[in-house]
Structure formats: structure tokens, C-alpha cells
């Protein structure tokens, strides 16, 4: 199959709704008849720090006491290619035995794991979208070793499989609106440019902006209509106040050209409320506790938060002493373990603004007095000009 029929195939699965786990076994459907392996495991992470929040298995079946055992090994300092590693060098796609020379022992967890269930080469990618990892997948063999075509395959469809995790993550959001502050919303806009809001956040959205949401809700849709095959048709609104919201084409509903397009606020992921409580984190240490388990340097994480890094390396200091680590594996390892692993394991759903769907319920958005309030249900764009600054995502 010709690399630009997988993409458009890709395209599809990404655009058509699915929630996580179906969205993971059709990419593995797409996958298989072109790469050659035994078992896959289709993971989401954190946005925010990079750590795993759930997982998929093709191939062979969940494994708590397994997965334990991979994380010990994958969080073990110098394991070559681990995901933190990849993360953190804005890596895409790589093959255990290029990466160890042919000297897979150099690995922990082809040493102890792969090695004795008669598994011969892995395959990993990470899964970006707009410079973010949204998750990962993760390829066995049994037999014979992965190839170049190999990558360039599984490489054909990461990005789309990153942008279905992203919407499947947002409509999840958009349906617990008590767990996440100012929630994503979910329109459909029709082709005749008739824009309905389908959840509560959306109406309290569509009160809030008006016509010029409206407007660039049905700009977006008209665009995934036009080119069905564009990654990442999506544009952003500024509001009056500074905030701004992301407008994304999620998918097609039907044949017809009715398009459901998710509305949010333009937020950075950030280590997530659990955290924060759990360990006594000062804004300032979440803000380096990301950067850290995301693997960037010091230099480049004092840099973007705007002071020094010796200020920046007594935050890392204050963090560990907290967190009784001595060093960043061990803080991922721990945070894995004893955070994530629980909430993995209880099927919490992650949340596509770190952490995960389990914030303390909080009163839902009251939509203000607005004296534009006639233009919230069944409204029609309008033929002012309103700019939508329309993107198609780069692959990291």
C-alpha cells in the first residue's frame, strides 16, 4: 500500500469518533498486514510529565504484574531508547536493535522480558502532535529483526494516531464537565452553516463568544469538507478578555458534510492537581516538575520559565528531597508506580490537560449575561469578516 493511501486511511480512523480503545485496534488493523510483529501495545501519556496513563495490548492480554516489570526496566537509568529518552529528545520512531548495535542485551528489557519469551526486536515511535507526545506504540517480534520500511510505515500513520488520542481525550473532557474548569465543548455545524451546540460546556461557550465563535466554528468544518485528508484542520479565536480558544474539526458524522468540531480553551498541559496535593508542590516546583520528567535540560528548563538555572537546579534539589529521589529515573519511576499506575490500573480516564478525569467536582460554568444571548441555538454564520488563524500541525 502507497504511504499516502495509509495516511488517508489513517485520516479516517482519526476522524471518525472512536473512543480510545476502538481508535487503538483499528490503527493496529491498518498496521499489521504492512509490519510484521507479534504483540503491540498502544499507550496514551501524560501531556504534561510524559508518564504513561493507559494502554491498549494487541497480541497478547493485560498484565499488571508484566507491565511492573517493564516499567522497572523502562524507567532504569541508561536503558537505551526509553520512552522518557525519546520524550525528551523529541525522538519519533526507533528500532532496539539499531539503537543497540545489535547488542539487544544492552537492554534491560530485552534481557529480562523479551529475550525470554522468544522476542526478537522492538520497534517503538512516539506519538506527537503539535511538538506534544500524546502517547506511544510499542512493536514486538518474534522472529528476525525490524527494518527501515518498517519505520517509515508505522511512521505514516503516528501523526494521525496522535491527533485520534488528542480528540478521543477532548470528547471524554467534554463529557465530564464537573472535573475539568471551563470544559471543551461539542458543535455540529452543518453545511448550510446552521451550528448547534450537542453539550452543556458548548452552549455555555456559544453564550459566552456569539457569532464570531459561530463563525469560525463553521470556517474549520468548512475546511475538513473541502479537504477530508488535511491533518490537524483546527483555527484560534482570541477573546476580548486574552483568553483563547482552539476550534478543532473531530469528525465527520455523516455522509452529508455534518462536521462535530470540539471547542476548548488554549491551555499548556501541566502536572496535574494529584500531584501537587500529593507531595506539597509550590507553583513553581510544578511548573520544573514537568520539565523534568519530560527530560529537558536544565539549561532549557530555567530558560523557559524565565530565571536561572542555579535558581532552577535548587527547585530540582527541593523536589527530590521531597519526593526521597536522588535523581529523575527514580523520580519517574516513583511518580509511575505510585500515581499513575493506580489510576491506570481503575481505568480513570487520562485527561488532555495532564493528570487524569478526577478532579474534585466543581460547580459547571454559569453562562453570562450576555447581551449577544439570542445568538446561542441553530444560528447561521454570518458573512463578516471574522479572521480564523487556520493551522495543519507539523509532525515533531
Request: contains cysteine; hydrophobic residues 40%.
Amino acid at each position: 500500500m502507497e504511504v499516502s493511501t495509509l495516511e488517508s486511511r489513517a485520516w479516517r480512523i482519526a476522524h471518525s469518533g472512536l473512543e480510545l480503545d476502538a481508535a487503538f485496534t483499528a490503527f493496529d488493523a491498518l498496521l499489521r498486514p504492512h509490519v510484521q510483529y507479534a504483540i503491540a501495545s498502544w499507550s496514551t501519556h501524560d501531556p504534561a510529565t510524559g508518564l504513561f496513563t493507559s494502554c491498549t495490548m494487541s497480541g497478547a492480554p493485560k498484565d499488571p504484574v508484566g507491565e511492573a516489570r517493564l516499567f522497572r526496566c523502562e524507567f532504569s537509568a541508561g536503558e537505551p531508547a526509553s520512552y522518557r529518552s525519546l520524550i525528551g529528545q523529541h525522538g519519533s520512531a526507533v528500532i532496539l536493535s539499531d539503537v543497540t548495535e545489535g547488542e539487544l542485551n544492552r537492554a534491560s528489557r530485552y534481557r529480562d522480558i523479551f529475550e525470554p519469551f522468544g522476542l526478537t526486536d522492538e520497534l517503538r515511535a512516539v506519538l506527537w502532535v503539535d511538538g506534544i507526545a500524546w502517547g506511544s506504540a510499542t512493536l514486538l517480534r518474534a522472529g528476525g529483526r525490524f527494518e527501515a520500511g518498517d519505520v517509515k510505515v508505522v511512521s505514516a500513520i503516528a501523526r494521525q494516531a496522535a491527533d485520534a488520542i488528542r480528540l478521543a481525550l477532548l470528547r471524554e473532557a467534554a463529557r465530564r464537565p464537573e472535573v475539568v474548569e471551563e470544559p471543551p465543548g461539542i458543535f455540529s455545524a452543518e453545511p448550510d452553516g446552521l451550528v448547534n451546540p450537542t453539550t452543556v460546556p458548548a452552549s455555555y461557550w456559544l453564550d459566552l463568544v456569539g457569532m464570531k465563535l459561530v463563525t469560525a466554528v463553521n470556517a474549520t468544518a468548512a475546511a475538513i469538507r473541502a479537504n477530508p485528508g488535511w491533518s490537524g484542520a483546527s483555527s484560534r479565536l482570541a477573546l476580548s478578555d486574552g483568553r483563547v480558544l482552539s476550534i478543532h474539526a473531530a469528525a465527520m458524522i455523516r455522509d452529508e458534510g455534518t462536521v462535530a468540531v470540539i471547542v476548548d480553551r488554549a491551555r499548556p498541559a501541566e502536572v496535574s492537581a494529584m500531584l501537587v496535593d500529593a507531595y506539597g508542590l509550590t507553583a513553581r516546583q510544578r511548573d520544573v516538575l514537568g520539565r523534568l520528567l519530560l527530560g529537558r535540560p536544565m539549561t532549557h528548563l530555567a530558560h523557559s520559565l524565565g530565571i536561572s538555572e542555579h535558581t532552577a537546579q535548587d527547585h530540582r534539589k527541593a523536589i527530590y528531597r521531597q519526593m526521597g529521589v536522588s535523581s529523575r529515573s527514580e523520580l519517574a519511576a516513583m511518580l509511575q508506580f505510585e500515581q499513575y499506575d493506580p489510576r491506570v490500573w481503575n481505568d480513570t480516564p487520562p485527561s488532555p490537560y495532564g493528570g487524569f478525569l478526577e478532579a474534585p467536582a466543581m460547580e459547571p460554568p454559569k453562562a453570562p449575561q450576555a447581551s449577544n444571548a439570542a445568538e446561542t441555538n441553530n444560528l447561521t454564520s454570518p458573512t463578516s469578516d471574522v479572521k480564523s488563524d487556520r493551522t495543519t500541525a507539523a509532525v515533531d
